[in-house]
Nanobody
Framework: QVQLVESGGGLVQAGGSLRLSCAASGGTFSSYSMAWFRQPPGKERVLVAAISFTGERTYYKDPVQGRATISRDNSKNTVYLQMNELKPEDTAVYYC????????????????????WGQGTQVTISS
């Protein structure tokens, strides 16, 4: 099972940008579709964006559509989430997660599909 470690979180002013990274180890990274989730304070964890194991297909939830870009570098075993035009409502703990090998379903991935999770990185957006 792959191990995931997120980094890049922090305190950012509204309107700014941030790039989160998630480094994977212990598995064949290029076989795992990946996703970013977030959990705002007092709320449930929700999907933000997903990317197929080849990187050819991506999916974004509405709240970040047009402001976020998920990408991956299979040579570095890393997935990224670039977020621009940050808003206070983007404040959350951000998690990366992976699904079973060679599986991707655009728009229909659910949390039970993900079997490895990182520890999360805090993103705080000040107004």
């Amino acid at each position: 099972q792959v191990q995931l470690v997120e980094s890049g979180g922090g305190l950012v002013q509204a309107g700014g940008s941030l790039r989160l990274s998630c480094a994977a180890s212990g598995g064949t990274f290029s076989s795992y579709s990946m996703a970013w989730f977030r959990q705002p304070p007092g709320k449930e964890r929700v999907l933000v964006a997903a990317i197929s194991f080849t990187g050819e297909r991506t999916y974004y939830k509405d709240p970040v559509q047009g402001r976020a870009t998920i990408s991956r570098d299979n040579s570095k075993n890393t997935v990224y989430l670039q977020m621009n035009e940050l808003k206070p409502e983007d404040t959350a703990v951000y998690y990366c997660a992976s699904v079973r090998p060679y599986y991707y379903c655009s728009g229909c991935l659910r949390q039970p599909d993900f079997n490895s999770w990182g520890q999360g990185t805090q993103v705080t957006i000040s107004s």
